[in-house]
């Protein structure tokens, strides 16, 4: 039995003449396969005006194709497969862990969506689609408390023309508005073998894999070779708004630019993250939830994103407790953290958790950050699979300084947008000074 | 080779699988430990099961168990609760506490060369937890808070009044946060009381699942609780069985006005998760309701396009549990969904039995599967503790494919004629009552219950 001390993520890795990316790796623990694909888009690609294509695409890909031209999921799951997909600013993927057994059947249809996809995506398959979205939209963010948020956020913080100023859902009219001939484009621009990366995880070897990918794959024609995304977008100041909800408490976001992922100082904010406020033993918890009380919950990540990150901090102030004291905790706490840094016990707790987080991202094949996904992951945005040790070795490495430079580049109070969410007709709950935004 | 895109490629035979061992010991304490061994990454999982939960709030005290079980981590010994937690984050643990309808479940999973750490830890908690005034104060303060704000949320107003429908004189009817009332009159000392209680070896099953022989992990069970000790305190008193009520309110409907979407449930009290034709109810579900492919929501999701999903389940429990359909509808549709879904319930019982294509994809979605649940330390001792809260066999895993897989059509009907009526099935609508009023009328149900979200 192997037994790995240190986390590690063995690969082989080919290239079709068509220009896809073949990955495998094999654990042989269980007799599953994981099957996973990434197609390099995401609602990045989309255009103004014509918002959540890449997103509807997640949904038609699984209602039929040529030569199967009915739905996904039975096959898959009548060979005892699961089956998903999502889709986000940068990416779409797509996934099945079936047992061994179905290997073959995983592929064909991973193929056929890729290949032959478009004589099946009729008018009516795109209307009932549609509303299936419209509805999604609905449930996730119409009708839940804070659901407008990110939209917000969103729209403050990239300019009209910039490829993150939407949410990935998109917006209502243009799911509305989406023309056949139009989504036909859209997938006949980014689906195809020299966009895309299959990994398989699982009970094969590696040569099986990369056989049988050749022979569903390999004849597939490659598709122009997509322009990258490119937009720069930056705040000049702090921008103060208000947004009204069906919310019982007031809560507080602040957002910021920060850098590209996996690009110098991503790990640092990750890692500020976790010790502003991840656990009670973080600086934030501690003190606004745990000590004064002030506010019911407080979270911080970097997300990390291709093109630009940001940094996204938010509290749910307590019954009474005004969003103005938890902002100026808030802002003490950031303070500190960009004149000292953070301690070296803050730090070995950071790296104690992140390498255990690493082991506990091995355990699985498939599904969203199973193995084959995060190779996947590695190989679209970094152009290497292996990158898994380097990955590690970005937080590993990190010191308190390089923490604190980052806190100090990045969370810039002149260059953020605060945006306060309240309850209906309490506007006056949120920070002095915001601009009232609407969003739907 | 040119592949043969005129038909999709045969699935080969199932492969061979072999599901985890199970070894039970019992400590000299009483405490039932169960240990799995499972080789792949040096991680290993601790699960332990604590007999009671929801069932065992006391009426008025709802809450009490879920209030107890938050309290375990707020400090022990020397630690405090800010110390607690940077002692699980030093060995990069994840601790997780479940309160369900018939037991608390704790999870904490390591790395394997911080196994005695962990487990030493999970005992200090569970065994000696401080239960400080001031921690306890403020959990509170934080769960009546978390109460007020679940208000907003569709799901957890809908989940909340269902309960209460299905169970109105059963410790079962309340969510495990509790009541506002009943949180602001907990007691510190009741807590401690239900501790004592609950808290005892022979009330508890622990499984613990690593990368090492069952002796090793044994040991390492013997070495963290081997000393904890009973307690004289004993639970308030037995909860009786549930006793279905004769009429329960057809349509109820929960005022929330503007809202987007309609929250729908619709059910009645069903079966026992130990019933002998569970099998049957599997594969009667998942026709029905329990997967992507089934009858209910290929009909609101894909031919109507009334919802993002829709799904139905049993709500398992020791006792009788509920069955019910969910769904989050376009406001507009809702009488329509409704009327729909009714029809789905009602199909299966005869008119529309299961066709040889849906019995094919259903079983075998069920079984064919089952290994991949088995691929981590966590999923395989949760999935062991499941045995040990529903008393079933160690020998469950295998024997259910075969008992699945011995399923028929007739036996999905009697199963959905004996656990499925329409027409006793309580219909829960959290919407935009002006909205949606006249066309709920059409369905024929009279005049709704209205109920207010914080019930």
């Not at chain 1, 269980?30 to 997103?55: C, D, L, M, Q």
């Not at chain 1, 998903?84 to 797509?94: H, K, L, V, W």
């Not at chain 2, 908690?125 to 769960?143: G, K, N």
């Amino acid at each position: 039995m192997r037994r790995v001390d240190s986390p590690s993520l063995p690969f082989s890795k080919r290239t079709l003449s068509n220009g896809l990316d073949v990955i495998v790796h094999e654990d042989h623990h269980i007799p599953i396969v994981a099957v996973n694909i990434w197609y390099h888009v995401g609602s990045k690609n989309e255009r103004p005006g014509r918002t959540g294509f890449a997103h509807l695409f997640e949904h038609l890909m699984f209602e039929g194709s040529e030569h199967h031209n009915s739905g996904y999921f039975p096959p898959l799951q009548q060979a005892g497969g699961v089956v998903n997909g999502s889709t986000n600013t940068d990416r779409t993927n797509y996934w099945e862990v079936v047992p061994t057994s179905a290997l073959d059947l995983a592929l064909w249809m991973e193929s056929d969506r890729m290949g032959y996809l478009l004589p099946a995506v009729t008018q009516q398959r795109l209307e009932t689609q549609r509303d299936v979205v419209l509805n999604e939209r609905r449930q996730n963010y119409e009708n839940r408390p804070y659901g407008y948020a990110l939209m917000a956020l969103a729209g403050a913080l990239y300019p009209e023309d910039h490829p993150y100023h939407w949410l990935t859902i998109g917006a209502t009219e243009d799911i509305t508005a989406a023309r056949l001939d139009e989504v036909h484009e859209f997938f006949r621009t980014y689906y195809h073998p020299a966009n895309a990366s299959l990994s398989l995880a699982g009970d094969l070897d590696a040569a099986r894999g990369f056989e049988l990918a050749e022979r569903y794959f390999g004849d597939l024609p490659a598709g122009p070779v997509a322009e990258p995304a490119r937009a720069a977008a930056a705040l000049d100041r702090e921008r103060r708004l208000v947004l009204e909800d069906r919310v019982q408490m007031p809560r507080i976001y602040m957002a910021w630019h920060s850098p590209a992922m996996f690009s110098e100082h991503d790990a640092e904010l990750d890692l500020l993250g976790d010790l502003l406020a991840n656990g009670k033993t973080s600086r934030l918890y501690r003190i606004l939830v745990y000590e004064q009380r002030l506010a019911l919950d407080v979270s911080a990540a970097q997300y990390s994103r291709e093109l630009a990150s940001f940094f996204l901090l938010a509290a749910t102030a307590s019954p009474g407790k005004s969003l103005t004291d938890i902002a100026a905790v808030i802002d003490a706490e950031l303070a500190r953290v960009a004149d000292e840094g953070p301690s070296e016990a803050e730090m070995d707790r950071a790296r104690a958790q992140t390498e255990a987080h690493f082991m506990y991202r091995i355990q699985t094949v498939g599904g969203f950050g199973g193995k084959s996904d995060q190779l996947n992951a590695y190989n679209v945005f970094r152009g290497d699979p292996g990158f898994f040790a380097a990955d590690l070795a970005r937080y590993r490495d990190a010191t308190p300084s390089a923490v604190r430079d980052a806190a100090r580049a990045y969370l810039r109070f002149d260059q953020r947008v605060l945006l306060s969410v309240v309850p209906r007709g309490q506007q006056a709950l949120g920070l002095p000074g915001s601009d009232p935004v609407t969003v739907s | 080779m040119r592949v043969d895109r005129s038909q999709l490629p045969a699935v080969g035979p199932d492969p061979a699988f072999r599901f985890p061992r199970i070894v039970r010991h019992t400590l000299a304490n009483g405490l039932s430990v169960r240990t799995v061994e499972h080789h792949t990454v040096p991680v290993v999982t601790f699960v332990m099961l604590i007999d009671g939960g929801v069932v065992s709030d006391p009426a008025g005290q709802e809450g009490l168990a879920a209030i107890t079980a938050d309290m375990v981590d707020e400090g022990t010994g020397d630690l405090s609760a800010i110390e607690v937690s940077e002692s699980l984050a030093q060995i990069g643990a994840e601790y997780d506490v479940d309160v369900g309808a018939d037991a608390v479940v704790f999870t904490l999973t390591t790395l394997e060369r911080f196994m005695e750490r962990g487990a030493g830890l999970l005992a200090n908690l569970l065994i000696r937890p401080s239960l400080r005034r001031e921690d306890f104060d403020r959990v509170r303060q934080m769960r009546l808070d978390r109460l007020r704000q679940l208000k907003d949320s569709p799901p957890a107003v809908a989940e909340r009044a269902f309960l209460r429908l299905m169970y109105p004189d059963h410790p079962y009817g309340h969510l495990a946060i509790g009541n506002e009332a009943s949180l602001r009159g907990l007691e510190l000392e009741r807590v401690a009381q239900c501790h004592r209680a609950l808290f005892q070896p022979n009330r508890a099953t622990l499984v613990v699942a690593g990368p090492m022989t069952h002796d090793a992990l044994r040991q390492a069970a013997e070495t963290a609780f081997g000393a904890w000790e009973a307690s004289a305190e004993r639970v308030a008193s037995e909860v009786g069985d549930v006793v279905p009520r004769v009429e329960a309110p057809r349509l109820t409907v929960i005022p929330r006005e503007g809202a987007a979407q309609s929250e729908l449930r619709i059910g009645h009290l069903s079966a026992r998760r130990n019933a002998p034709d569970y099998p049957s109810l599997l594969v009667m579900n998942a026709v029905l309701g329990g997967q992507f492919v089934s009858r209910i929501n290929l009909k609101l999701r894909e031919e109507k396009g009334f919802t993002y999903g829709a799904r139905t389940g049993f709500d398992w429990r020791r006792r009788l549990s509920p069955f019910a359909l969910q769904a989050s509808v376009h406001s507009a549709s809702t009488a329509e969904a409704i009327r729909d879904s009714l029809a789905e319930l009602d199909g299966i019982r005869g008119p529309r039995p299961p066709t040889d294509t849906e019995m094919l994809l259903a079983r075998a979605s069920l079984t064919r599967g089952y290994p991949r649940n088995f691929e981590t330390a966590q999923q395989v001792s949760r999935s062991v503790a499941q045995l040990a809260l529903y008393d079933l066999p160690d020998t469950y895993f295998e024997e259910l494919i075969p008992r699945v897989n011995a399923v028929s059509a007739d036996d999905v009907v009697r199963a959905a004629q004996r656990y499925i009526d329409p027409a006793r099935a309580s219909i829960l609508v959290v919407g935009d009552h002006p909205v949606i009023a006249d066309s709920l009328e059409s369905l024929g149900f009279g005049a709704p219950q209205i109920v207010s979200a914080d019930v």
